[in-house]
Nanobody, 121 residues
Framework: QVHMVESGGGLVQAGGSLRLSCAAS????????MGWYRQAPEKERELVAI???????IYGDFVKGRFTISRDNAENTVYLQMNSLKPEDTADYYC???????????????WGQGTQVTVSS
């Protein structure tokens, strides 16, 4: 099994910053991509940012240069630095990894439990 453990959520005022972290552990052969998704109440889960093993990054349109995703491949850890936070960024943020447990595996999606981010106006 691959375990994903997130940290760094909390309450922040509009315009403030938060840094989310997520570490993957367990039986891991390789991780193709790691990323962050978010889900606000009564809304669908959406992509925030993803980073591939070659460091290619993709961001959701709403990010607009405010967030930065980074990755420590040696530690199987992904970070999300969020600046200029807005009340509409309030959501549960979920860490994701596309990983292979063994060489012969197909890559599978693994998810964290989520960390809450609340931005007050």
């Amino acid at each position: 099994q691959v375990h994903m453990v997130e940290s760094g959520g909390g309450l922040v005022q509009a315009g403030g910053s938060l840094r989310l972290s997520c570490a993957a552990s367990g039986t891991i052969f390789s991780i193709n991509a790691m990323g962050w998704y978010r889900q606000a109440p009564e809304k669908e889960r959406e992509l925030v940012a993803i980073i591939y093993s070659d460091s290619t990054t993709i961001y959701g349109d709403f990010v607009k240069g405010r967030f930065t995703i980074s990755r420590d491949n040696a530690e199987n850890t992904v970070y999300l630095q969020m600046n200029s936070l807005k009340p509409e960024d309030t959501a549960d943020y979920y860490c994701n990894a596309v990983a292979k447990r063994y060489y012969s595996d197909y890559p599978l999606n693994y998810w964290g439990q989520g960390t809450q981010v609340t931005v007050s106006s």
